[in-house]
T-cell receptor, first 112, second 114 residues
Framework: AQSVTQLDSHVSVSEGTPVLLRCNYS??????LFWYVQHPNKGLQLLLK??????LVKGINGFEAEFKKSETSFHLTKPSAHMSDAAEYFC??????????FGSGTKLNVKP | DAGVIQSPRHEVTEMGQEVTLRCKPI?????LFWYRQTMMRGLELLIY????????DSGMPEDRFSAKMPNASFSTLKIQPSEPRDSAVYFC????????????FGPGTRLTVT
């Protein structure tokens, strides 16, 4: 069975400091993993995806995530937060039929 | 590409009325998904289609909800009769078939039932 746990419902950082959003997954087989971002009153936008290639995945807007099989984790990071990064972030695992299993979301607040 | 197109963007209706939400997937995509998002329940998958055929409708809340995909470029989600608890943002997403493909989301339809 597929499932995702996002360990923090809210994260607050200061502008210019690093961002870490944590995600643990459960999968019956080699997973495909995604991070999506949702800005207020907008749809979901893909940040990056992991599909069994390189374990360190680079995405848009300076975000990256590292797949760690031994820890069943797929944490999202960014070296320096920008005000425009304030949004909700969803970690997702998919099954063979491309059915998505969403985490509960992490709201990122960026303080000036 | 125009992306996934949803209409209307906003819908306000009275309890008991029929509501139809529309979605045009990205050309060439053969999987289509309908989601509902609320503060209380987060993102919920309602139904998904593969090659226009409903594959999994276990997320459809009750018989008041129905979805169709008459061709590869159009899908509808209908609520009849609508109730205040149906108020939510409804998203449509499309993708190629296979576990490694990302889904592309539309901008959503914000439904308010009074």
């Amino acid at each position: 069975a597929q499932s995702v746990t996002q360990l923090d419902s809210h994260v607050s950082v200061s502008e210019g400091t690093p961002v870490l959003l944590r995600c643990n997954y459960s999968s019956s087989y080699s997973p495909s993993l995604f991070w999506y971002v949702q800005h207020p009153n907008k749809g979901l936008q893909l940040l990056l995806k992991y599909t069994s290639a390189a374990t360190l995945v680079k995405g848009i807007n300076g975000f990256e995530a590292e797949f760690k099989k031994s820890e069943t984790s797929f944490h999202l990071t960014k070296p320096s937060a920008h005000m425009s990064d304030a949004a909700e972030y969803f970690c997702v695992v998919s099954d063979h039929f491309n059915k998505f299993y969403f985490g509960s979301g992490t709201k990122l607040n960026v303080k000036p | 590409d125009a992306g996934v197109i949803q209409s209307p963007r906003h819908e306000v209706t009275e309890m008991g009325q029929e509501v139809t939400l529309r979605c045009k997937p990205i050309s060439g995509h053969n999987s289509l998904f309908w989601y509902r998002q609320t503060m209380m329940r987060g993102l919920e998958l309602l139904i998904y289609f593969n090659n226009n055929v409903p594959i999994d409708d276990s997320g459809m809340p009750e018989d008041r909800f129905s979805a169709k995909m008459p061709n590869a470029s159009f899908s509808t989600l209908k609520i009849q009769p609508s109730e205040p608890r149906d108020s939510a943002v409804y998203f449509c997403a499309s993708s190629l078939t296979g576990g490694s493909y990302e889904q592309y989301f539309g901008p959503g339809t914000r439904l308010t039932v009074t």
